[in-house]
């Protein structure tokens, strides 16, 4: 099984703006394992401090070629797809994503009567919380990961 498990960060909808992505996080899935991470910054109004670093690359739309290529024609993993796929349609809305698995949509089917949906609440419960060093839950990279090792966890069932 191979698939790729994204999570965008943004800025929300505060004080009438736009819902502006600042960091992409990556998990690489191949063999039942993630075998590569990556993030990217973007440097948009309104995203913290974190994100304007030399490593920013400027905004989603201009830095497209960077990243894109990590997710065209691959099967796409999001915790609540519709952020995900709401950016990348936006950002290129010729390009075929896809296909796409929801992690929260897998988990209601398995698991009806939790009390929670939550990532960080599904990946307690099921003792898949990762160890991403310096990071925690809110972060693209983390969370990424978190949703790598969820969507790997309800396949095995």
Known sequence: ??????????????????????????????????????????????????????????TLQ??????????????????????ERTILTRTAPLTNWGPWTDTLKLAKARYPRLPSYALGELCGMFGLVPQVEGRTWHDGLYDAVACANLALWLSSL
């Open 1 to 58: 099984m191979e698939f790729v498990a994204i999570d965008f960060e943004t800025t929300g909808y505060e004080n009438g703006g736009t819902n502006e992505p600042w960091q992409l996080g990556v998990a690489v899935v191949r063999g039942g394992r993630v075998v590569d991470t990556m993030e990217f910054f973007f440097d948009v109004e309104g995203a913290p401090e974190r994100a304007h670093g030399p490593d920013a690359l400027g």
């Open 62 to 83: 201009s830095s497209f070629e960077v990243w894109a290529p990590l997710l065209e024609g691959r099967r796409l993993v999001a915790h609540n797809i519709a952020t």
